[in-house]
T-cell receptor
Framework: DGGITQSPKYLFRKEGQNVTLSCEQNLNHDAMYWYRQDPGQGLRLIYYSQIVNDFQKGDIAEGYSVSREKKESFPLTVTSAQKNPTAFYLC?????????FGPGTRLTVL | GIQVEQSPPDLILQEGANSTLRCNFSDSVNNLQWFHQNPWGQLINLFYIPSGTKQNGRLSATTVATERYSLLYISSSQTTDSGVYFCAVGTRNYGGSQGNLIFGKGTKLSVKP
């Protein structure tokens, strides 16, 4: 089946650790996105990539890093520099304008 | 930057009732999408509607781009319609990409049996 997968579904991190969230799509979409959602809030853009080996910062990129080595994959690393990383992280992809979302990863810092 | 405001923030309905959700935006857009987020967090795209009117079953949407608002209509609501409805807009001025979206804070809908 075509779609977007994210793993893990739940992730627990100790303060000071880096963690990497996985996002994979088999929709043959060029563009991929990472969003952060806090309770009761809308989504905020962290990073986006319109083509392999290229990515741009969104509104809240500080403390995060990404790579885009393959069209299908856009992993997000939450570094120790991110002061308040506990949130719900959503990955999306699009061919032109319509975005499709993965099921999300809930990250909790202990 | 562009502002997106959704109203009402919360809505409680009895099963079978109709509702209208509103999205106002502060600047011209070339991309507008409505999403439904279910209680497990999954976002489902409902409509891509930068202008005009579309219908899909019990749901329909209208965007009046010149007046900078969009409406989402839900008729004969069901308990499975519960969740959060998000409006998101895009503009070429935002990151230079037509695909980048700015989300409102959503309308939380609860449909009671």
């Amino acid at each position: 089946d075509g779609g977007i997968t994210q793993s893990p579904k739940y992730l627990f991190r100790k303060e000071g650790q880096n963690v990497t969230l996985s996002c994979e799509q088999n929709l043959n979409h060029d563009a991929m996105y990472w969003y952060r959602q806090d309770p009761g809030q809308g989504l905020r853009l962290i990073y986006y990539s319109q083509i392999v080996n290229d990515f741009q910062k969104g509104d809240i990129a500080e403390g995060y890093s990404v790579s885009r080595e393959k069209k299908e994959s856009f992993p997000l690393t939450v570094t120790s520099a991110q002061k308040n990383p506990t949130a719900f992280y959503l990955c999306a992809s699009s061919r032109e304008t319509v975005q499709y979302f993965g099921p999300g990863t809930r990250l909790t810092v202990l | 930057g562009i502002q997106v405001e959704q109203s009402p923030p919360d809505l409680i309905l009895q099963e079978g009732a109709n509702s209208t959700l509103r999205c106002n935006f502060s600047d011209s857009v070339n991309n507008l999408q409505w999403f439904h987020q279910n209680p497990w967090g999954q976002l489902i795209n409902l409509f891509y509607i930068p202008s005009g009117t579309k219908q899909n079953g019990r749901l329909s949407a209208t965007t009046v781009a010149t007046e900078r608002y969009s409406l989402l209509y839900i008729s004969s609501s069901q308990t499975t319609d519960s969740g959060v409805y998000f409006c998101a807009v895009g503009t070429r001025n935002y990151g230079g990409s037509q695909g980048n979206l700015i989300f409102g804070k959503g309308t939380k809908l609860s449909v009671k049996p």
